[in-house]
Every structure is written in structure tokens, then in C-alpha cells.
């Protein structure tokens, strides 16, 4: 137990030693925007409070007047304040005072439809209510709260309301689908919903095309895309219309004690995503989110290949995710790839899954070389930790394609010492048959959960002092086709019906190493191509 804990370690120090010399003892910085003390209150500009009057002109004004003479802090002080879009310059500190609201109008008129990103695609958005592009030197700091208005703008299935609550909302107008169960703010919203991606896409290319859909083009709430040196620090940013803060292409993010907070059944209501960023620090946050938590993203399919920038040298600490579909995520749009990041002293409440990292055929991209220790997580709706190359697949199970530039891989993960509370499953790796999932080490985990373990299509696949108390014990781990497994120091429920069920002709090399298994009704099963060779048992 103690060598195999040993080499785990130095394979761990190794790896770090390679991923540009960072370690646990020597993590990477990003660099902190600096400014000016002069201060541009929006008041000096024409500002009034109350939340009737649009203040949009007066704070772009006071924005632009404060990036002109070089820079300093925008104040919005305490109060209600409507705005429409607003347009963050170099050198601009936007700062919300302790008792400020920045309310965003629900006046759709107000946001023009613009060519912008999502989901690693260019594609026609409304404008952000808050978004800068080629900056250098930005913040949005202080107290206050950033309220997107996104209500108005969502869609929401009769599933996610209570029988009051969606009688209440259809009775408030908008449109309801051909099913009756989801409702639309609008026509227009109803229209772009209509129509597949593959139509979409051939329906033009000039944003008059997209006039009569302008709805559907939910905007995300807050853009920064191509700026260096950002700081997003203490603010609370709620109800955004999509995605909350969505940071592209930058350099130098430090994301610190903000607060998000999306209602639980926003569509598409992710809190923070980080797409093709390098030197980023994300800490002392919290986030509840109607989608994806703290999520890692690098472009789309061909697109994002050809862009090839990868979300690297990346840190987060010391934050908090209430609710989200998942804790910390990686993916499924990554084919610029993610490298070089840890994760440490974070914890799940109630997320749909802990950990979550997902990719799919056609995605391509390599994502390699991940650190996450310490972590607590507590009633996770599904799995607790979850590796998934099929995310949204259609394909049949065991389907081979050829293996391309849109193959993705994951590998080299490195997962200590994590403890989960409550979970429907413990954990599932799951590769393709023709890209196996590689280099999965999980050390020091215990996780009470309902069901156990699935190993599917993976190579060098570790499982060191891992726990796991579940109910369903038939088998307790499930590995079809894989190879390279070491199993050391595994404990389990005293009256597990199974421990191993080992299926597929590729499964081999497996070692069950300083395991009990006295009390186990039965150590291993072979089915489907598998062979007792398959498993070596060391004492």
C-alpha cells in the first residue's frame, strides 16, 4: 500500500514538474489591473436613481470620460439604477457602492442584435448588458448587485414551476410550445426555437436574417472578450439571461469573492465560464447556478480546432457551488483544449454532479494535466465525480469510428482526497472504444453514495485508499473494457454482493492490491470477452 501510494505521488510530482513547472507549493499568479484614484461618479453625468429613469448614456458617458483621462474608478453609488448595455473601456474600475443595484431594462429594444460567440460558435446575440472587447486594465469591483433581468428573456418547462407558478406565468403573457409544456417570452422567442441548428445555420449570415427570431438570441449577461488584466472582485451578479460571466480569450483573470446567483431553472444559466483563457485565479467565490457551476471551455468543434487556444494555467480555491448541474466542469465544448489547472478547497451542495467533465465525438481537443485535492461535496443529485466522452452521444455502445483531429482525449488526472455526502453514483470513466479515457488517478476518496463504480473503455486507470459505501453492491465496480487498472486499498460496504464485474475482450491488467476481501460475497465476475487472466489479486 505504501509503495503504490509512493508511486502515485511521484507520478503526481512528476507530472506537475511538467505542466511548466507549477505545483501544489508553487501554484501560478495572475497579474492584478491597476488604476487610477480618480473617480467618475454617474451622477456627475446625469444619472438618476429610482429605477425608472434609463441611466444607459450617462454611465457610458461617465465610462468613456473616465478611460479618456486615463483611466480610474466609475462609481455607481448606493440606489436603484435602470440601464440598458453598458460598454466598459481600458483602464476602467466599475465600481457598485454597498446598497447599489444595477438594473438591466427588460425593454428587449434596447439591446441590438449583434455577431457575438456562444457556445464556442460566432453566432448572432443580443447585446450584453455588460461587455468589453481589446481592453487592457478592467474591473467591475464593490458591494453592490448586477441584476441582468433575465427573466424575460428565458424560456422555462412546465417541470422545473410549481402548478401555481406556471398557471401565474402563462396567464402573464408569452407563448406556449406545440406540447403546451414550455413556455416562450415571445413570438420572436418562439420562432428561432422552432428551427433546428442545421437550419440555423443555413438561414443566413447577415443579422437582418435573424430580425424576425431577435429573441431567441438570449445575450450572456456579462462578455470580456480578447482583455488582459480583468478583476471581478465582491459583487453579486444575478439573473442573467443566459450564461452569467462569460470570459473569452483573455489574459490575466482574477475572479475574487464574487457572488452569482441564477435561479435553479434557468436554461442555460451557467454561472462562470472560462473559454481559451490563460492565467486565471478564481477564489473565495460562491455560486448557484441554473446550469454548468464553475465551468472550463476552449471553442466548438472546428471552430474551436481552428482557433487552438487552449483554457490554461488556471486556479481556483476557497469557493463554494450551492447548485449548478455541475461543481467544477470541464467541457463539453474544449476543443482548443484545457491544461495545466488545479482545484482545491471547494465545495458541492446539491449540484447535479461534483465533478464533471464531459466531451463527444467531433469535439476533438486534448485535455490534460489536471489537479483537484481537497474538495467536500454533499447530496450531489448524480454522480459525484464523472468522466463522460459521450456527453449528448447518439451513438450505439461499442460503435467504433475512426480516430481524427474531432476525436477528443482526456487525460492525466490527478483527484486526492475528496469526501461526498450523499450521491446517486460514486463514479463513472467512461472513454470511447477508440480513444480510451487514460491516466484517471483517483487517491483518498470516500463517497457514500447509492450505486458504485463504472470503469468503461480506459488505460492507466487508478483507484488508491478510495471508499465507497453504497447500496447497490452488484457489482460494486463495473469495468468493461479496461485496462491498467490498479484497484489498491479499496474498502466498500461489509456485505458487498460483488466487488469487481469485468467485462469486454480489451479488459486486462487489472490488480486488486491490499484489498479485504473477506467479507465480500464474491470478488469478481467475467462476462462478455473477459477472462479470470484479466484480474491479478495481490494481498
Given amino acids: 500500500m505504501k509503495i503504490a501510494s509512493l508511486f ?209 438570441f438570449r445575450p450572456n449577461m456579462v462578455v470580456l472578450n480578447n482583455c488582459k488584466k480583468v478583476l471581478l472582485q465582491n459583487a453579486t451578479f444575478k439573473n442573467s439571461p443566459a450564461w452569467c460571466l462569460h470570459i473569452l480569450l483573455c489574459n490575466d483573470l482574477t475572479v475574487r469573492g464574487v457572488h452569482v446567483n441564477n435561479p435553479w431553472n434557468a436554461q442555460n444559466g451557467d454561472a462562470i465560464d472560462v473559454e481559451s483563457c490563460k492565467d486565471v485565479l478564481v477564489e473565495n467565490s460562491t455560486f448557484n447556478a441554473g446550469d454548468d457551476g464553475i465551468c472550463v471551455k476552449s471553442g466548438r468543434d472546428e471552430e474551436g480546432r481552428k482557433r487552438g487556444v487552449p483554457t490554461e494555467i488556471m486556479v481556483v480555491r476557497n469557493c463554494v457551488v450551492y447548485r449548478a448541474h455541475g461543481g467544477f466542469v470541464i467541457g463539453s465544448e474544449m476543443s482548443g483544449g484545457a491544461k495545466n489547472i488545479f482545484v482545491y478547497n471547494c465545495r458541492f451542495i446539491g449540484t447535479d454532479i461534483g465533478l464533471r467533465f464531459k466531451t463527444t465525438r467531433g469535439r476533438g481537443g486534448v485535455v490534460e494535466n489536471i489537479f483537484i485535492k481537497n474538495l467536500s461535496m454533499k447530496d450531489i443529485v448524480h454522480e459525484a465525480i464523472l468522466f463522460d466522452m459521450y456527453y449528448a452521444a447518439k451513438n450505439k455502445k461499442g460503435e467504433t469510428f475512426p480516430v481524427t483531429e474531432a476525436t477528443p482525449q482526456f487525460k492525466n488526472f490527478y483527484v486526492s482526497n475528496v469526501v461526498c455526502d450523499g450521491a446517486e453514483k460514486a463514479i463513472i470513466i467512461r472513454g470511447l472504444p477508440e480513444m480510451s479515457i487514460k491516466g484517471i488517478h483517483l487517491d483518498d476518496i470516500m463517497l457514500n453514495t447509492r450505486k458504485g463504480v463504472e470503469i468503461v473503455e480506459a488505460d492507466d486507470i487508478s483507484l488508491t485508499n478510495v471508499t465507497v459505501n453504497s447500496e447497490e453492491t452488484n457489482p460494486l465496480i463495473h469495468i468493461d473494457n479496461g485496462s491498467n487498472v490498479t484497484v489498491n486499498n479499496f474498502k466498500s460496504n461489509p456485505n458487498t454482493t460483488l466487488l469487481m464485474g469485468i467485462e469486454g475482450s480489451k479488459s486486462g491488467t487489472i490488480k486488486l492490491i491490499a484489498t479485504n476481501t473477506a467479507s465480500v460475497g464474491k470478488v469478481a465476475d467475467f462476462s462478455n470477452g473477459a477472462t479470470e487472466q484479466a484480474l491479478m489479486i495481490v494481498k
Wanted: hydrophobic fraction near 35%; include cysteine.
Fill in 8 to 216: 502515485v505521488c511521484i507520478l503526481v510530482m512528476a507530472l506537475s514538474s511538467y505542466a511548466q513547472n507549477y505545483s501544489w507549493d508553487n501554484l501560478p499568479t495572475a497579474q492584478l489591473p491597476t488604476f487610477k484614484k480618480d473617480t467618475f461618479n454617474i451622477l456627475s453625468y446625469g444619472a438618476v436613481e429610482g429605477g425608472r429613469k434609463l441611466n444607459t448614456k450617462s454611465i457610458n458617458a461617465a465610462i468613456d470620460a473616465c478611460s479618456a483621462k486615463g483611466g480610474g474608478v466609475v462609481l455607481i453609488p448606493k440606489g436603484e439604477w435602470l440601464t440598458g448595455p453598458v460598454i466598459l473601456k481600458s483602464n476602467v474600475n466599475l465600481h457598485l457602492d454597498l446598497g447599489a443595484l444595477l438594473q438591466f431594462t427588460d425593454d428587449k429594444k434596447q439591446y441590438q442584435l449583434v455577431m457575438g460567440d456562444y457556445e464556442g460558435h460566432p453566432a448572432p446575440r443580443n447585446e450584453s448588458p455588460i461587455f468589453g472587447k481589446d481592453l487592457t486594465n478592467i474591473a467591475i469591483t464593490g458591494d453592490g448587485v448586477i441584476d441582468g433581468h433575465g427573466d424575460v428573456w428565458r424560456p422555462i418547462n412546465m417541470g422545473k414551476m410549481s402548478k401555481g407558478e406556471w398557471e401565474s406565468l402563462v396567464a402573464s403573457g408569452g407563448v406556449l410550445s406545440a406540447n403546451k409544456k414550455t413556455w416562450y417570452p415571445s413570438e420572436s422567442y418562439a420562432s428561432g426555437a422552432s428551427m433546428r441548428e442545421e437550419e440555423m445555420a443555413r438561414y443566413g449570415h447577415s443579422i437582418k436574417d435573424y430580425e424576425g427570431m431577435k429573441d431567441f
